[in-house]
């Protein structure tokens, strides 16, 4: 199996800034797509941003040019840092990873547990 492990979540002020990174373990053959999403309450959730295996990242509305998303392959890990926050942002933050177990195994997605991050006024 693969576990997503998350943190990095907390209380900050507005205009204030977080990193959160997630952790893949297990049995892991090779990472392709990371991504974050949100969801906040009574709202669906939405992508924040994605970083392929290869090729440029993209972000949801609004979250360009105050959040970075970028990856460590060896440790098989993404991160999110998100800066200048306001508290529209206040969601429970999930990590996605697309996961090939073993070679010649399908892909698979894994999600994280999800973590809490409130962005007071």
């Known amino acids: 199996q693969v576990q997503l492990v998350e943190s990095g979540g907390g209380l900050v002020h507005a205009g204030g800034s977080l990193r959160l990174s997630c952790a893949a373990s297990?049995?892991?053959?090779?990472?392709?797509?990371m991504a974050w999403y949100r969801q906040a309450p009574g709202k669906q959730r939405e992508l924040v941003a994605h970083?392929?295996?290869?090729?440029?990242?993209n972000y949801g509305d609004s979250k360009k040019g105050r959040f970075t998303i970028s990856r460590d392959n060896a440790k098989n890990t993404v991160y999110l840092q998100m800066d200048r926050l306001r508290p529209e942002d206040t969601a429970v933050y999930y990590c996605?990873?697309?996961?090939?177990?073993?070679?010649?195994?399908?892909?698979?997605?894994?999600w994280g547990q999800g973590t809490q991050v409130t962005v007071s006024s």
């Open positions: 970083i392929p295996g290869a090729g440029s990242t």
């Open positions: 297990g049995d892991i053959f090779s990472i392709y797509g």
């Open positions: 996605h990873m697309i996961v090939q177990r073993n070679t010649g195994s399908l892909r698979e997605d894994y």
